[in-house]
């Protein structure tokens, strides 16, 4: 089914989403940076990386556990040990993948369904192995400097890493651009920035994500949201029974779905069916 009919919740056509990697110390500060300009997004963690004490590079077990729960955040997996699966065995992936899964899922007690490829590591083959061992989707690093929603979830593009030079250029277009006359042209919209926290420190840039959440954060016009809240959104969107002459559509799903019906607002409630409005000319 087309996207053009989809809008985000509250009928906002962009959505903003973050994805940082390793499950490190530094975490905390952009997590406290995110929620003040209230941002969402999803942290990556190695389970086999853990840090043993406190005030090492990469967190405890107990201090992310401590750190990602409650706040809004997402936890994904970023392979047991980090792995470049494209580059190693299919037994040795598809044990990096559901080692890590398993240990997570027993340490936040929730299903871990999202993945980012360790070193942009995939191949058709890696994603393949994702799906079988249930990941819902995986973030790649490539950049592609555009706002389009995903059309592969095991291969999910990025708008750009956080230190990319058109980064808060970027950022004023996507902010800037105003709803389009023409209805189908009027496509929704995501900005997805992803990267590492420990950059910011080792490179002291913190201003860089601190303008960015700035600047497009707390904004009554966007969608913030964590990787798997896309995720749901839109697949219950793709989940929509319409029926054939388009007069009514029915919401098999546990969640309330915005439509932008030939530029005719019209929330679909999960459950139910809702009559279409007629089309206009």
Avoid at 7 to 32: C, H, M
Avoid at 92 to 117: C, H, Q
Wanted: hydrophobic share 40%; proline share 3%; aromatic share 14%.
């Amino acid at each position: 089914m087309s996207i053009d009919f989809l809008r985000f919740p509250n009928f906002k056509r962009k959505a903003v989403t973050l994805s940082y990697d390793d499950g490190v110390k530094w975490d905390k500060q952009l997590i406290e940076i995110m929620v003040k300009n209230g941002l969402k997004g999803t942290f990556n963690l190695n389970s086999g990386r853990f840090a043993l004490k406190d005030g090492e590079r990469k967190l405890t077990a107990q201090a992310a556990l401590e750190l990602y729960e409650g706040n809004g955040m997402e936890v994904a997996a970023h392979g047991q040990d980090h792995l470049s699966l494209a580059k190693v065995s299919s037994v040795m992936a598809v044990n990096d993948i559901i080692s890590d899964r398993k240990t997570l899922e027993k340490l936040f007690r929730k299903p871990i369904v999202g993945w980012a490829y360790a070193n942009g590591s995939y191949c058709t083959g890696v994603a393949e192995m994702l799906k079988t061992c249930g990941t819902l989707y995986a973030r790649t690093t490539i950049s592609t400097e555009k706002f389009d929603l995903p059309g592969d979830w095991l291969r999910w593009p990025t708008t750009c890493h956080h230190g990319n030079a058109r980064l808060m250029e970027l950022a004023r277009e996507f902010v800037e651009q105003k709803d389009d006359t023409n209805f189908w042209r009027n496509r929704p919209q995501l900005f997805y920035l992803w990267g590492h926290s420990y950059e910011f420190n080792d490179h002291n840039n913190w201003y860089i994500i601190e303008e960015f959440a700035e600047y497009v954060g707390n904004r009554e016009d966007i969608w913030y949201a964590t990787n798997v809240e896309i995720y749901d959104y839109i697949e219950a969107y793709y989940a929509l029974r319409f029926g054939a002459e388009g007069t009514f559509v029915f919401n098999p799903t546990c969640i309330d779905i915005y439509l932008e019906y030939y530029g005719q607002k019209v929330v679909v409630p999960a459950g139910k069916l809702v009559d279409l409005p007629e089309r206009r000319p």
